[in-house]
């Protein structure tokens, strides 16, 4: 199972882009990329997620490095409510397709 | 859409007795759910995973005869924790897997189930 090394902690102004990198160097060629957030006492909530090509949807942008071995999650915007632990996730291709989560980074939004 | 829910939220048992958790994804059909389980402070840890109309998978550590999973039907998976005890409280969540469609493959969590016991 690929492993992911994301940094424990970040803070972030209010209004500013979140940039909130994730290593996977030992991802395989087939094996996607999720980002969740899990707000305090929450369960976590779907973000994004890609093969290779960049994403965008109304929460976030996922860029992709061209050899897929680390990935950034972009928050154009950041809000107060933003703050939480985002977790990076290479998901398992084979059998059930199960997670194994990392520990996260936890971001702060900043007023 | 994707809607994944838990019951109870919260939970407070004394120990030696058993509690059931059930988790439903109330709009799509999930032939396979997953239990995690997160201390505080903590990452999430992935417990099993259920199956369908089969026995669940279990990760390596943790007891099936401690944590019975059922998933009797495409939208129905429960945990029962059996003859509980202080150790086992923590925050429980489910999560379902979407068999089909634009989100196929991607798993939708509860929002969790805190239990204490006593």
């Known amino acids: 199972d690929a492993k992911t090394t994301q940094p424990p902690s970040m803070d972030c102004a209010e209004g500013r882009a979140a940039n909130l990198p994730c290593n996977h160097s030992?991802?395989?060629?087939?094996?996607?990329v999720y980002w969740y957030r899990q707000i305090h006492s929450q369960g976590p909530q779907y973000i994004i997620h890609?093969?290779?090509n960049n994403e965008t949807n109304e929460m976030a942008s996922l860029i992709i490095t061209e050899d897929r071995k680390s990935s950034t999650l972009i928050l154009p915007h950041a809000t107060l409510r933003d703050t939480a632990v985002y977790y990076c996730?290479?998901?398992?291709?084979?059998?059930?397709?199960?997670?194994?989560f990392g520990t996260g980074t936890r971001l702060k939004v900043l007023a | 859409g994707a809607v994944v829910s838990q019951h109870p939220s919260r939970v407070i048992c004394k120990s030696g007795t058993s509690v059931k958790i059930e988790c439903r994804s109330l709009d799509f059909q999930a032939t396979t759910m997953f239990w995690y389980r997160q201390f505080p402070k903590q990452s999430l840890m992935l417990m099993a995973t259920?199956?369908?109309?089969?026995?669940?998978?279990?990760e390596q550590g943790v007891e099936k005869d401690k944590f019975l999973i059922n998933h009797a039907s495409l939208t129905l998976s429960t945990l029962t924790v059996t003859s509980a005890h202080p150790e086992d409280s923590s925050f429980y969540i489910c999560s379902a897997r979407s068999d089909r469609g634009r989100w196929e493959e991607t798993q939708y969590f509860g929002p969790g189930t805190r239990l204490l016991v006593l």
């Open positions: 030992t991802i395989s060629g087939n094996e996607y």
């Open positions: 996730i290479v998901r398992v291709t084979s059998g059930t397709y199960k997670y194994i």
């Open positions: 259920s199956n369908e109309g089969s026995k669940a998978t279990y």
């Open positions: 890609g093969l290779k």
